[in-house]
């Protein structure tokens, strides 16, 4: 265990904070997956890259991690508010397949996207149609407690009997109500109020429908995400996250139905990851129709997605991000910088191991453990490889960084590994070098020229950098 304290920005109460699990050495992280009626855009993968790098900072600090994510594959309207068209049932139509093709297909791609960005699976994903008894049977709870009511499409929660509505959003109840105004539903007693169960059409026979007390329907998105968690993470209820959008509405909602419903609390640490700004100022949404997906942004364009995970890097996840091909191309060559110099200390080490430099791991620490500081992290790595420390202590200690950095530096020397003609000429300069064979060594440099590579002999040793 680090003994160095963790804090972390706590959205229900507005500062960062030490943070301490409810079970002493593992923590219950659960985090807002997608809804799979289509691609994950870009800054939907923002907030999945800065929750790997929550997991990741948590295991480097010793605790074990049971994560939980869930697929939201119904329930989820095009309207926050319970109004609109369920996404799924959309999504089939657009594309002429049922809904439940269509989320098999958008999971599938889904998890290929995070694997891309080489984040961490969770340990239990979870399927919103699985647990249709959980939520039922919380709703039933809810209901028990006189929390719902009835309307023509739905069962309802009663914002209004829950006091402290408002404690993470921060929002003035007024001004909220007025927001929710906009969406007009005339049988909802309170604007904030929301589906807990949607009644199927009379009319239409839904591809996703289940029978309830309450009559044929459908679970209300929140309400999946408070009995998924509590069916996973039930006595350790540690952090929950999502991206900044969850705030309002989501969170907001699922906190109220299950702390209503438990009479506890619900998650002790709440977490959000800022938007992505495209140039030009705009956040991107689905809704917008011109997102950008890994698929069409990084791999088609014959860009490493790790690209995107380094440029992550560079902003704090609490700030807005700023996406642009300039800011992709400062990654690449970001990114690329890193993985020579890895390369360089590989080679200088030859071989040899040595232990991970204490003092750096604690500077570096000292930033991960500030609120996820990656900007200054990232400035602890570049201090670290150029220092003059040797090379096998820099190698051990940016492979011990990259577990956290999840940049797969241990996989650059394969990557970029010499040809054998190189690699032999090497070895036989080194050897020249050492038996002080300087006019060997020169014929060697030379030779190890002509195939195209630079020698640089330097204090650590000698350094081969491909033209
Ligand atoms: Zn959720």
């Known amino acids: 265990m680090s003994f160095m304290k963790l804090l972390l920005y706590n959205s229900l109460n507005r500062r960062k904070e030490e943070f301490i699990p409810t079970q002493k050495q593992q923590v219950g992280l ?26 990741r900072v948590l295991l480097y600090n010793g605790y ?80 028990e407690k006189g929390y719902t009511y009835q309307t023509g499409d739905g069962i309802y929660f009663d914002t209004s009997k ?4 408002t404690k993470l959003s921060h929002q003035n109840i007024e001004s909220l109500q007025e927001g929710a105004r906009v969406e007009k539903n005339p049988e909802k007693r309170n604007p904030t109020d929301f589906a807990l169960w949607k009644f199927s059409p009379k009319d239409v026979r839904r ?5 309830s007390p309450w009559g044929i329907g459908f679970p209300g998105w ?13 006595n350790q209820l540690d952090i929950h996250c999502g991206g900044t959008d ?27 990851g800022a938007f992505l700004i495209i140039a030009g100022g705009k956040k991107m949404a689905k809704s917008e129709e011109n997102f950008l997906t890994l698929e069409n942004a990084f791999v088609k364009a014959g860009i490493n997605p790790l690209v995107y995970r380094f440029a992550a890097f560079q902003t704090h996840y609490r700030k807005p991000m700023e996406y ?14 890193l993985q020579n110099q890895v390369r360089q200390v590989t080679q200088g080490a030859a ?45 051990a200690t940016i492979l011990s960084f990259d577990t956290v950095l999840g940049l797969e530096l241990d996989q650059v020397d394969k990557t970029g590994a010499l040809p054998p003609a190189v690699q032999k000429l090497f070895e036989d300069r080194q050897a020249a070098r050492s038996a002080k064979d300087w006019t060997a060594s020169d014929r060697l440099r030379d030779a190890i020229q002509e195939l195209g590579y630079t020698v640089q002999d330097t204090k650590e040793g000698m350094k081969i950098i491909k033209n």
Request: glycine letters at 4%; aromatic letters at 10%; hydrophobic letters at 40%.
């Open 30 to 55: 659960y985090t807002c997956g997608p809804t799979v009626y289509n691609f994950a855009h870009i800054g939907n993968l923002r907030t999945y890259i800065f929750e790997d790098i929550l997991k």
């Open 222 to 234: 929140h309400i999946e995400c408070s009995a998924m968690s509590m069916k996973f993470l039930d």
């Open 64 to 143: 074990r991690v049971k994560h939980v994510m869930n697929i939201t594959d119904v329930g989820h309207l095009t309207g926050d508010r319970d109004m609109g068209e369920d996404k799924m049932e959309k999504g089939a139509a657009r594309e002429g397949r049922s809904a439940w093709e269509i989320a098999e297909f958008y999971t599938r791609a889904f998890k290929a996207d995070i694997a891309r960005l080489n984040i961490i699976e969770p340990d239990i994903w979870v399927k919103a149609t699985d647990t249709i008894e959980d939520q039922i049977t919380l709703i039933q709870t809810l209901e």
């Open 324 to 337: 642009s091909s300039e800011s992709v191309q400062a990654a690449r060559n970001g990114l690329q910088h």
């Open 246 to 272: 969850h705030i309002d509405v989501h969170h907001t909602n699922e906190i109220a139905q299950s702390e209503a419903a438990t009479g506890k609390k619900f998650f002790n640490f709440w977490m959000h």
């Open 162 to 165: 829950f006091a402290d509505y």
């Open 207 to 211: 591809q996703m429908e289940w029978n």
């Open 351 to 395: 071989g040899r191991t040595a232990a991970v430099n204490e003092a750096f791991k604690s500077k570096f620490l000292a930033e991960i453990n500030d609120d996820l500081s990656m900007p200054r992290a990232m400035a602890v790595v570049q201090e670290m490889l150029k220092s003059t420390m040797a090379d096998a202590e820099k190698l």
